[in-house]
């Protein structure tokens, strides 16, 4: 069983920088993929970026690139998400998401099997 707390949303201007983290609890997580998810009010549930379980490979949907960084660290069990740049449409609640272990990195939500309670990022324009 993986538990995940994500932290670091809040009010940001756009323009601006939010940084945020997940802890992850068990041993797994370091044989574990994981991805930030996002949804917006009235939306679906959208993809931000994943990261393979070394950190080695990374992925980010098309607005996230060059925009966000995704690391994670296992000494610590945590993965983060660096977002700059921010602009109002990436107002959202923010999930972290792990997947099963030794399993391949992935930007489809519904290959995720342990999620984050999110956090609120909103941005003002």
């Known amino acids: 069983q993986v538990q995940l707390v994500e932290s670091g949303g809040g009010l940001a201007q756009a323009g601006g920088s939010l940084r945020l983290s997940c802890a992850a609890s068990?041993?797994?997580?370091?044989?574990?993929?994981m991805g930030w998810f996002r949804r917006a009010p009235g939306k679906e549930r959208e993809f931000i970026a994943a990261?393979?379980?070394?950190?080695?490979?990374?992925y980010y949907t098309g607005s996230a690139k060059g925009r966000f960084t995704i690391s994670r660290d296992n000494a610590k069990n945590t993965v983060s998400l660096q977002m700059n740049s921010l602009k109002p449409e990436d107002t959202a609640v923010y999930y972290c998401a792990a997947r099963q272990r030794w399993t391949s990195i992935s930007s489809n939500w519904r290959e995720y099997r342990y999620w984050g309670q999110g956090t609120q990022v909103t941005v003002s324009s």
């Open positions: 990261i393979s379980q070394s950190g080695e490979s990374t």
């Open positions: 068990g041993r797994t997580f370091s044989s574990s993929p």
